[in-house]
């Protein structure tokens, strides 16, 4: 035989074993269903939550693209305000928010953009408080919700960071003692159809050499003291997003920058003497576990409370509600296989936040 064919058939040969081994590991697999497996390349067999969550069965969600319909909330917010399972939004903080207090709640996404890095829209606010429905019939409240590592590459709005029109906190909550209409949901472990399998096998597969050579990766195993507070499989570590560790560099000044940042949208919203402002800052997953992994220099890394420091920021602590659910032991506060909340997590940020206007804060 000559080098020609021998060189023919040994390229046969590797095109079908890398064939095998694609359409093997798209059999394997478990449905993709959370983003830092997707993201990792991490298989959901390992990761995905074994314990059932809970959404609404019924029940409005009101998604706007500008402010053109008056709501009594409007939340300006990130994946975390838009988080359900399956890429539905039936597991939303605001839903139980507005279940708690019967006020409507309509929603507005920060993002211009998400992969492969999020951007936000740098004029999505000025235009929201310039807008015709916000002059003539403005909501009652204002939520600005982000995600803590976030908070750095929010829009840079305008101002001199001091504290401008203080608005009363004025919202009528109407209290509901029925608890709301829950139905449970498991993640789905049987494979789709073979088409939709292999792009998540061939990042699957992408991941496990990355990490052979040590390739540098956006998702990382972090060991946990403990294998009870997640439901999966390999529940004794945690799978921490890249960007959750940069805040370990944040120093005062930093933070004193994007505390005036949060006060002068806080002006903005406010400067009409109606609306009030808050701001709500979701823990990484990294800061609200931070006391339960191995590594100690982990440990504390939530800039949370020193930027809560300013009494001047109307800034709800939804921190110590999902801090506290986790050091109880409830299980998958946040999902292992995702960045986000489980459906209790979601739960703790709509009751601190009722809480939180119940006791009269706002300025």
């Known amino acids: ?3 020609h064919k021998r060189y023919t058939i040994s390229l046969v040969v590797l095109a079908l074993a890398g064939m095998t081994i694609l359409l093997s590991a798209s059999y394997y697999l478990q449905p993709l269903s959370g983003d830092m497996t997707r993201i990792g390349g991490y298989a959901e067999n390992d990761y995905g939550w074994n314990q059932p969550q809970k ?3 019924s029940g409005p969600f009101i998604h706007l693209t500008h402010y053109d319909q008056y709501a009594d909330v409007l939340v300006l917010g990130d994946s975390f305000s838009f988080g359900g399972l399956d890429g539905s ?6 839903r139980f928010f507005s279940h708690g207090t019967g006020l409507s709640v309509a929603t507005i996404n920060h993002y211009t953009k998400f992969e492969p890095t999020a951007e936000y ?3 999505l606010l000025y235009k929201i408080v310039t807008s015709e429905t916000f002059q003539k019939n403005p909501p009652r409240l204002f939520i600005l919700e982000v995600i803590e590592r976030q908070l750095d590459i929010l829009p840079i709005w305008e101002g001199n960071c001091q504290l ?8 009528d909550i109407k209290h509901n003692p029925n608890p709301p209409e829950l139905v449970e949901v498991y993640r789905k472990t049987s494979p789709p159809s073979l088409s939709a399998q292999i792009g998540y096998a061939r990042k699957f597969l992408y991941g496990l050499i990355s990490k052979l050579w040590d390739k540098e990766q956006a998702v990382y195993q972090v060991e946990m003291t403990t294998p ?17 560790f940069k805040i370990l560099n944040w120093n005062d ?5 994007i505390r005036c940042n949060l006060l002068n949208a806080q002006n903005l919203v406010q400067k009409n003497g109606k609306t009030l402002f808050i701001a709500m800052i979701v823990p990484d997953k990294l800061s609200a576990y931070s006391s339960h992994l191995k590594n100690k220099s982990y440990a504390n890394t939530s800039i949370i409370e020193r930027l809560a420091s300013d009494s001047s920021l109307n800034l709800v602590r939804i921190d110590p509600a999902v801090t506290k659910l986790i050091n109880e032991g409830v299980v998958d506060v946040y999902l292992p296989n995702d960045m986000h909340w489980g459906y209790r997590g979601h739960e703790a940020a709509a009751t601190a936040t009722v809480q939180y206007l119940a006791t009269g804060s706002g300025k």
């Open 1 to 3: 035989m000559d080098a």
């Open 55 to 57: 959404v609404f069965a």
């Open 89 to 94: 939004v039936n597991m939303t903080w605001q």
């Open 121 to 123: 829209g740098p004029d």
């Open 164 to 171: 401008g029109n203080k608005v009363e906190n004025t919202l």
């Open 228 to 244: 009870k507070l997640f439901s999966n499989q390999f529940s004794d570590q945690l799978l921490g997003y890249k960007d959750d």
């Open 253 to 257: 000044q930093y933070l004193a920058n």
